[in-house]
């Protein structure tokens, strides 16, 4: 019998209480290498607090977490990063009184140095779209344009497995493409995988291969697209939104 | 050995006091506003001299002791309206702009009134219990500790005052869409603080030297306990107060004021490792988790 | 690779030709000050620059990491008394390097053994603030009980509220370092330092230091070690203070608890706040300005020296929150004719 190829994410019965308010219920989640996956549900389903237990930023009261074949559970978020992971958050958090370049090298610094860095650089800037903004304070950024930068920053750091929570909330058409077109091309070229949080079921069709439908605090159906979105359940969730 | 125990619990109740008034007007300002005054000592220095002053005015102590009470609420009331409502929400800032005031504060009273103010006694004589004997106003300090304690407590739980205050505390402009008028509720907060320090200095006037550095000798004891306690103002000062003061009253017992400070210094450090909250997180966690097991 | 591309860099304002050329007739006026200066005023000139290592090392800290810390006079008076310890019981040339070395080592120490308990203990934000100056109130608590002739270490004795004196000046070849040597010693180690602290700032460690400052939980998330650069810079910090302490000793070959007390503990908080927090050119200019002033009104018998300088940060955190030295370079860049974006000479060098 040949062997399962081990996940590259997997958490195992995951649960996260608020007080007496329970965010993240039971959650047993797979990611494979180089998978691209879009975790949907309605606001409050627990999308970001479940992101947030992977990162290491919240500790879970139950289950655990093994990622690219280790147990990563009592990680700091900064050990976790160093075995792959990355993550863009829901806010864009790049450093406003940064240029995008030095935003960059920040990220880019811990992995490449000298002439390599330099590289690194100019290809990244130029892979965004965002050489005419080399040397613009993050803070007179466009939102799409701090989006792109900090999915840069994100994948500067040569993840296995790349965190997105809300890549393209707030951004118009033409962008929303452009993001899904670029985390597409970096998710087949380099072959990271792509766990991302997205409203916007466009994007999610454009991007998954597989979604996850999390509500109030459990998953309640995984599978492909099309499958999920006839699924009485999920429809039944989302209540008349068009899936 | 009845003797030791005696004065351990005294030694106890007068740590107890002093560390809860201490704290109190510092505790009110930072879990209301999140500002730690710096010049906290300097509020309690102008109740002590206002007590003292006028007390050598001729007025009596009791009532020497409200000029003090009132001249630090008009001082409190004057340095809100002038400074501190231009330094909410900038924590860091405004610990640094009292210092800044605390420094004023203090030179000016020494080119007021000189390095020292001729002394009130201390009242009320001593009790004693065969060979054992101790201040009776002292007891009495420990008296008001927990009568403070108590009426803060009415005041917040039951007084429509409290009720605001908490609502302003724990979501600004929620509670100022409800029709809160905030900006009075940091004033009378302030206020309230800063009277609580004016208090502390009025009754430890006739204990402790009179020089402009008096504040100075309250802060360790402040600080630590608004760090141990977190921002539940009651609850937190009351608890830590009593914990800081059984550590503090069984160290200096044995060893001395350094390190009865230096042992609540190490009992803050540890407590702010186990509970990063302060004592205010464990009991929101124990009610959170009471509130669910009662489900 | 030039000095420049080592010492020029988006964390530091003045990056031109023009202010380099000005910073330099700066330390050639500094060099040439005890020429035409009297004794008495190149040994006041050196307690201002000893002075301005202290506001350095709080302004590397608060302003480029984040920290602020109320407590860097501790390290100061641990510095200075340790090295008063060492020095008094070895009064020789080898004795007072070793007394050096050993006042800023077990300043050192006692940063990072301070900052270990609360950064890795999650100390954060006014906890730490509130924390370092409780650890200088407690010293002071200790160092004013320390009357007594059982407090003496050898020959040292610490001598509670009277303070210890007869500190030994520090020795180089042989020669005691007094009035003008002392006086370019502390000049060149503040240079130094300043422009060692430059190449830091402006190193990859500087950004990371300066990312904890802007958002600590972003750069944890990028894979950086934050508690660890809090860690350092913080212990860096105490190092510094340390240094400082250790030339204050040797200076007034005395030291007393009031180092630790509350008012003293003020003064590099003034020093950098006015200066400008993110600005060690400022925090040296402000260090020795406000000195310099407070001296001067003292000198005259007036006692309003303290309001002066409490007035003074009072206004500078409501008028003025960023410092003097932001504010000047703001005006300094607006008013050349093409406005050139920071950070461009980076890489046009």
């Not at chain 1, 766990?195 to 998953?219: N, W």
């Not at chain 3, 240079?191 to 972003?218: C, P, Q, W």
């Not at chain 3, 706040?273 to 040296?284: C, F, K, M, P």
């Amino acid at each position: 019998m040949a062997a399962e190829p081990e996940p590259l994410l997997a958490t195992d019965a995951l649960r996260k209480e608020f007080g007496g308010l329970t965010a993240t219920d039971d959650v047993s989640l797979t990611v494979s290498p180089g998978e691209r996956r879009c975790l949907i549900g309605p606001n409050g389903a627990g999308k970001s607090t479940l992101l947030s237990l992977i990162t290491g930023q919240l500790d879970p009261n139950a289950g655990s977490i093994r990622f690219a074949g280790e147990a990563i559970d009592g990680l700091s978020p900064h050990e976790r990063i160093d075995r792959g992971l990355s993550v863009k958050f829901q806010v864009p958090s790049v450093y406003g009184e940064f240029s995008t370049r030095e935003n960059l090298r920040l990220a880019l610094q811990r992995r490449v140095s000298g002439e390599e860095l330099e590289d690194a650089i100019v290809d990244s800037l130029s892979r965004f779209d965002l050489a005419d903004e080399e040397y613009v304070e993050a803070n007179a950024l466009s939102h799409g344009q701090k989006q792109r930068l900090e999915i840069a920053m994100a994948s500067a750091l040569d993840p296995a497995l790349l965190l997105l929570d809300e890549p393209v909330a707030g951004l118009s058409v033409e962008e929303t493409q452009r993001i899904a077109d670029l985390l597409i091309d970096l998710n087949e070229s380099v072959g990271v995988a792509l766990l991302v949080i997205e409203h916007d079921m466009k994007f999610v069709r454009a991007l998954a291969e597989r979604v996850t439908v999390l509500h109030q605090g459990s998953i309640l159906i995984e599978g492909e697209m099309e499958n999920v979105a006839d699924d009485p359940a999920v429809r039944n969730v989302y209540l008349g939104e068009e899936v | 050995m009845i003797y030791d125990t005696l004065n351990l619990l005294f030694q106890f109740l007068d740590s107890f006091a002093f560390i809860v008034l201490a704290t109190v007007g510092l505790a009110v300002i930072f879990g209301m506003m999140g500002i730690i005054n710096l010049a906290h000592g300097e509020f309690i220095l102008v109740g002590a001299y206002g007590t003292t002053l006028s007390y050598g005015a001729g007025l009596p102590l009791a009532l020497a002791m409200g000029v003090g009470v009132l001249a630090t609420t008009v001082f409190g009331l004057v340095l809100e309206r002038t400074v501190m409502r231009r330094l909410y929400h900038r924590p860091l800032d405004s610990m640094v702009a009292t210092w800044g005031l605390s420094l004023v504060t203090v030179q000016l009273a020494r080119i007021g009134f000189g390095n020292t103010l001729s002394q009130v006694g201390t009242p009320l004589g001593s009790i004693s219990y065969g060979a054992f004997s101790y201040s009776a106003y002292r007891v009495v300090l420990a008296g008001i500790a927990v009568a403070v304690l108590v009426s803060l407590y009415w005041l917040f739980m039951y007084t429509e005052f409290g009720t605001q205050a908490r609502a302003t505390m724990e979501d600004e402009p929620t509670a100022r869409s409800m029709g809160v008028d905030t900006g009075r509720i940091y004033l009378g907060t302030f206020g309230l603080g800063s009277a609580l320090a004016g208090l502390t200095g009025a009754l430890y006037a006739p204990t402790i030297t009179m020089t402009p550095e008096l504040g100075a000798s309250f802060l360790v004891e402040a600080f630590v306990t608004v760090v141990v306690g977190g921002s539940s103002v009651l609850v937190g000062t009351s608890l830590a107060g009593g914990f800081l003061g059984v550590v503090n009253a069984t160290f200096t017992n044995l060893a001395g004021t350094f390190i009865g400070q230096v042992a609540m210094l190490l009992a803050a450090i540890l407590a702010i490792r186990l509970l990063p909250e302060g004592i205010t997180g464990l009991i929101d966690s124990w009610r959170a988790k009471r509130a669910e097991g009662g489900q | 690779m030039s000095l420049r591309t080592v010492l020029d860099g988006p964390n530091t304002r003045g990056t031109s030709d023009r202010f380099w050329a000005a910073f330099g007739l700066a330390v050639v006026a500094l060099l040439g000050y005890p020429l035409v200066a009297s004794t008495y005023a190149v040994a006041n000139a050196a307690l201002f620059l000893l002075y301005a290592i202290l506001g350095l090392s709080l302004c590397v800290i608060w302003g480029y990491c984040g920290i602020l810390s109320f407590g860097q006079v501790a390290f100061f008076g641990i510095g200075g008394y340790t090295f008063g310890i060492v020095g008094i019981n070895l009064s020789t040339t080898t004795g007072t390097a070793l007394g050096l070395l050993t006042g800023v080592g077990v300043a050192t120490l006692f940063a990072f053994v301070l900052g270990y308990f609360m950064f890795y203990g999650g100390v954060r934000d006014v906890y730490v603030t509130i924390m370092t100056l409780v650890v200088a109130l407690v010293v002071h608590t200790f160092m004013g009980q320390t009357a007594g002739s059982e407090w003496a270490i050898g020959e040292a004795a610490l001598g509670g509220f009277d303070g210890m004196t007869n500190i030994p000046n520090l020795m180089l070849g042989g020669i005691e370092l007094i009035d003008t040597a002392f006086y370019y010693v502390v000049l060149l180690v503040l240079l130094g330092t300043y422009l060692g602290l430059r190449a830091l700032v402006n190193s990859d460690f500087g950004r990371a230091m300066v990312a904890v400052r802007e958002d600590e939980e972003r750069t944890e998330l990028l894979g950086y070690d934050t508690k660890r650069i809090k860690l350092l810079v913080f212990t860096l910090g105490g190092a510094l203070a340390g240094l400082s302490g250790v030339l204050y000793a040797s200076w007034g070959n005395y030291m007393n608890p009031a180092v630790f007390g509350i008012t003293f503990a003020a003064l590099p908080v003034v020093w950098v706040s006015v200066g400008g927090r993110d600005s060690l050119l400022g925090a040296i200019g402000a260090t020795y300005a406000i000195e310099w002033f407070s001296q001067q009104l003292s000198i005259t018998g007036s006692e309003y020296a303290l309001v002066v300088v409490g007035g003074l940060l009072l206004v500078t955190i409501l008028w003025l929150p960023k410092g003097v030295a932001p504010a000047v370079a703001d005006w300094l860049s607006e008013k050349q004719s093409s406005p050139s974006i920071r950070g461009h000479e980076e890489v046009a060098d």
